[in-house]
């Protein structure tokens, strides 16, 4: 790894005249270059000397070098960007063995394929194109068996959005996100990343987070429960007897619903607990079925 350029010099080297590769916004590029930033994060998950670590979005290379200089066992890396193909090729080739290089979407690749069951734990660990970071996040929370394949996340986004993942009730971050994160997973916001630390710099502060799955979630199909969430935050000022409306259960089915999951109806959805949340996806599962 020493006897590679510096990952700042690599993007250097891919336009004429410095700097001009042109970082893609539709691809979410901010690329980190300090060496120290990018090994506090590559240690931030769990150990990397066993198992596989999964990066999607490699980019010119900057958070890859330092798992591997870290001491990461094997890294799977997913890139849909084709211009970093000449850097990721040498920083393969320095890995000896140990970084293999996917070119594709990481929203449509099978990522569980490419990782070697023998080869657990497997975590992700990423600085998430901020444009496709909620949807694989959703994704992953959603995985089907639970446990998943994944023994954790370590994964960079916008503040406001780490906020939105790691709330509880009572807060005014929390939502569908948090809903669907906390009932999967023991969520925590590790630290903040300045602007100043991309290149480009983004318009804010972002954040980078941990996830750990649950091995026993409470009982519930995520497709429910994002239902309910969705219903019940998309009036989030409302109670809930008249948010929940939009379920279509119409007014017994309601009021029977209302009624197994506890609650009185005249809450609000930012005042529910998850396991509430959980409650009302199966309740309401039971009463569609
Ligand atoms: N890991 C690098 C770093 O920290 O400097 C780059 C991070 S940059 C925020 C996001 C990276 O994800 C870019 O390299 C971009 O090309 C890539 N990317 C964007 N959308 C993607 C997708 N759907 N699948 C795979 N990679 C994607």
Sequence with gaps: MDILPSVRAEVES?????SR???????????LFDLNLTRKIARSGFPLSEGTVVEVGPGPGGLTRA????GARRVVAIERDERFRPILDRLTEASEGRLSVIYGDATKVDIAQHVVA???????IANLPYNVGT???VG???????????AGLT???QREVGQRIVAQEGDKHYGRLAVLAGWRCQTHLM???????FVPPPKVTSSVVHLRPRSNPLPCQGKDLEKVAAAAFGQRRKMVRQSLKSLGLGQDGLADLMKRAGLEGTERAEALPIATFAALAQTYRDLVS
């Design 14 to 18: 891919l336009g004429p005249g410095g």
């Design 21 to 31: 590769l042109g970082a893609k916004k539709s691809l979410g590029q901010n690329f």
């Design 67 to 70: 798992l591997l200089i870290e």
């Design 118 to 124: 023998t080869d657990a734990p497997a975590q992700i």
């Design 135 to 137: 949807p694989l996040l």
């Design 140 to 150: 992953w929370l959603l995985s089907e068996p639970w446990p998943p394949w994944f």
């Design 155 to 157: 994964l960079m986004f």
């Design 191 to 197: 630290f903040d990343v300045p602007p100043s630390a």
